[in-house]
């Protein structure tokens, strides 16, 4: 069962909000891996906006997504994809608009399914 995590510091989101995430994030999930919709499970988290720092610099606004689905299901491609199109999606939020919003699916293959900003760490060391 794919399973989304979205941690969001800043402002208290609005359930509507909350909601408009999951559907987003479920809609993500089956569009660009081939998920079915009926077994992706979404929980989104507020921390404390205090306790989350980037760079050591407190931050005003941070997401994290942590989507862990099956090793082998889906391709370095439909990976990226979906990392750009996550970040996309968050990006088209004022609430959730900021430099890092960060992409990690749980899987054996590190380099292609890590990512920050809409972009996977494989494509950032491939253009270095």
Known sequence: MPFI???VSGPTLASNQVSLLQVEMTELMASVLGKRTDLASVLVEQAASAGWAIGGTPAKIAVHVDATITAGTNSA???????????????????LRTPSCDLRRRDRSAGKCLGYDGRTQESRQLAA
């Open 77 to 95: 491609q439909e990976k990226a994809r979906f990392i750009e199109k996550n970040h996309e999606t968050a990006q088209k939020r004022p609430w």
């Open 5 to 7: 995590r979205i941690t």
